[in-house]
C-alpha cells in the first residue's frame, strides 16, 4: 500500500528530527527551516539554559562531507570570527551520531524582519532597524566577508529593538584571515533569494561578488522598510537611494554600505541626499517641513502684530 | 556655538525687530525709539541667554517651549510694570502677547539648535 504525502513527510520529520543523546543538548522543538538546514530551540543541560541549534536537513551524506554540511561548518566559522551586536553568537559545533554537522548559537527571543513588518511601525523605527542590518553588514564587510543572501527572513529583531542578521551560508569570504576556505561556490551557480539577487550573482557570476552585492539587497530591504502605505508614494529621496542601491551594475551602486547608510540617515534627518538632486520647490518644501513648528510661531507672531494694529 | 550664545544672539536680534515693530504699531513713539529699541534688545538678550541655558540643561521641546513662553511674558510684565511705575499707560496685551510669542520662538530655536550635537554628548 503506498504511503500517504502527509505520512511520507511526518516520516521525514521523524528522520530528519538530531539524534543528540551523546551531546550535552536536549532538542525541544524546531524552531525555523530553511534551504540548506533547520535550526532547532534546545536546553544546554551543561549550563542549563536554552540555545540554537542549526543542523544540515536529510538527506545528506554522511559525516557531512556534503555541499550542505561544508556551508553549515563555514557560516559557523565565519560567525565565531565575526564578534558584533548584531550578528549571532556561536558557542559550539559538533556532528550529530548520523554524521551530520551542526552548530550551536545563542538564542534569540525575536521575530524575522518580515514577520515584524507586518504590524503597522513609524517610518523613524523602519530606519533605525535597516541602520542596525547596515552596520552588522558593514563590520562583516570589514572583516572580508561578504553575506551574499540578504533578505527579509534573514534578519531577526529582537524583543529589544536589537537586530541580528542570520543565515550566513552562502557567505563570501574575500579576505581570508581566520583560515576559512575563500569561495567555495562553484562559478555558474546561481545561489540567493530571488527579489533580493544581484544581477551578478543571479547571472551566476557568484566570483564577481562583493560589497556591492549586499548594497544591491539592502536597497532591496530598504524597500520592503519603506513601503508606503496603499495610495501614497515613495518620497522622491528616498526612491533615488533605493533605486541608486538597486542598480542593475556595481559600478552605479553605492561603492560601500557606509556610504548608503549614511544616505538613508540623511534622508531620516531631513537633509539633501546623495542620491537625488532636489529642484528649488523641493527644498523649500523640504525646510517648511522640517522647520514648520518655527514658521508656524513667526506666523502667529505676525498675525498678532496685525491685529494688534487693526484694533489699536 | 553653545545654546545659550545662540539663545543671546536670537534673542538680541528679534528684540531690535520687536522695538522696531513699534515704528507700525505706534508712530507717535518714533522720537523715543531708540531708547524703545535698546530696552527691547536688552530684554530679548536677557530672555535668550535664560532659554538659551535651559535649553543646555533640559532637552525636551515641549518644556523648552513653556520656559520660553514663561520668561517672555514674565520679562515683558516687567516692561509694563516699569511703564505704570514711571506713570505710562498699562499695555498689558500688546507688550506681553508679542513678548511671549518671541518667547516660545526662542525655545523652540535653541531645543533645535545643535540637538544633534546634545545627542552625541548624551549618549556618551
Not at chain 2, 51 to 60: D, E, L, P
Request: include cysteine.
Amino acid at each position: 500500500m503506498p504511503l500517504s504525502d502527509a505520512a511520507v513527510a511526518s516520516l521525514r520529520a521523524l528522520a530528519d528530527w538530531p539524534d543528540t543523546s551523546d551531546s550535552k543538548y536536549d532538542i525541544l522543538e524546531r524552531i525555523g527551516r530553511g534551504g540548506m538546514g533547520s535550526v532547532y530551540l534546545a536546553h544546554d543541560r551543561a549550563l542549563d539554559r536554552r540555545v540554537a541549534i542549526k543542523v544540515v536537513s536529510l538527506p545528506e551524506p554522511p559525516a557531512g562531507t556534503g555541499l550542505a554540511g561544508e556551508r553549515l561548518t563555514r557560516e559557523a566559522r565565519i560567525l565565531a570570527g565575526l564578534e558584533h551586536p548584531g550578528l549571532v553568537p556561536v558557542h559550539d559545533v559538533g556532528v550529530l551520531t548520523d554524521g551530520r554537522p551542526y552548530y550551536v548559537m545563542k538564542w534569540i527571543r525575536g521575530t524575522r524582519l518580515d514577520a515584524y513588518l507586518q504590524s503597522p511601525r513609524t517610518e523613524a523605527a523602519r530606519l533605525r532597524i535597516f541602520a542596525r542590518i547596515c552596520d552588522a553588514i558593514a563590520f562583516a564587510h570589514q572583516a572580508g566577508v561578504i553575506h551574499r543572501d540578504l533578505t527579509p527572513a534573514n534578519i531577526m529583531v529582537g524583543a529589544f529593538g536589537e537586530v541580528l542578521v542570520l543565515d550566513w551560508g552562502l557567505a563570501r569570504i574575500r579576505l581570508d584571515r581566520s583560515g576559512v576556505s575563500p569561495v567555495t561556490t562553484q562559478p555558474g551557480t546561481v545561489m540567493g533569494t530571488a527579489g533580493f539577487m544581484a544581477p551578478e550573482l543571479a547571472a551566476g557570476r557568484s566570483d564577481a561578488s562583493d560589497e556591492r552585492t549586499d548594497v544591491y539587497a539592502l536597497g532591496g530591504l530598504l524597500e520592503v522598510l519603506t513601503q508606503p502605505p496603499r495610495g501614497q508614494f515613495t518620497p522622491r529621496p528616498l526612491a533615488a537611494i533605493i533605486a541608486k542601491a538597486r542598480a542593475a551594475s556595481p559600478a552605479d551602486r553605492y561603492p560601500a554600505v557606509e556610504a548608503l547608510a549614511s544616505d538613508v540617515e540623511r534622508y531620516g534627518a531631513g537633509d539633501p541626499v546623495a542620491a537625488y538632486r532636489e529642484g528649488p520647490l523641493e527644498w523649500a518644501s523640504r525646510h517648511a517641513t522640517r522647520h514648520q513648528t518655527a514658521i508656524v510661531l513667526v506666523a502667529v507672531y505676525i498675525v498678532i502684530r496685525v491685529i494688534l494694529l487693526a484694533f489699536r | 556655538m553653545s545654546k545659550p550664545v545662540f539663545g543671546l544672539i536670537l534673542g538680541g536680534i528679534l528684540g531690535i525687530f520687536d522695538g522696531l515693530s513699534a515704528l507700525v504699531s505706534a508712530p507717535e513713539v518714533a522720537p523715543q525709539i531708540v531708547g524703545i529699541v535698546i530696552g527691547s534688545t536688552f530684554k530679548g538678550l536677557i530672555t535668550g541667554v535664560l532659554i538659551g541655558y535651559f535649553a543646555r540643561k533640559v532637552h525636551s521641546l515641549p518644556l523648552g517651549l513653556l520656559f520660553g513662553l514663561v520668561v517672555g511674558a514674565v520679562l515683558a510684565y516687567g516692561v509694563v510694570a516699569l511703564q505704570i511705575a514711571q506713570g505710562g499707560k498699562a499695555y498689558y496685551l500688546p507688550i506681553m502677547l508679542p513678548g511671549s510669542v518671541l518667547g516660545l520662538i526662542v525655545g523652540y530655536a535653541t531645543q533645535r539648535h545643535n540637538e544633534h550635537a546634545s545627542e552625541v554628548a548624551d549618549s556618551r
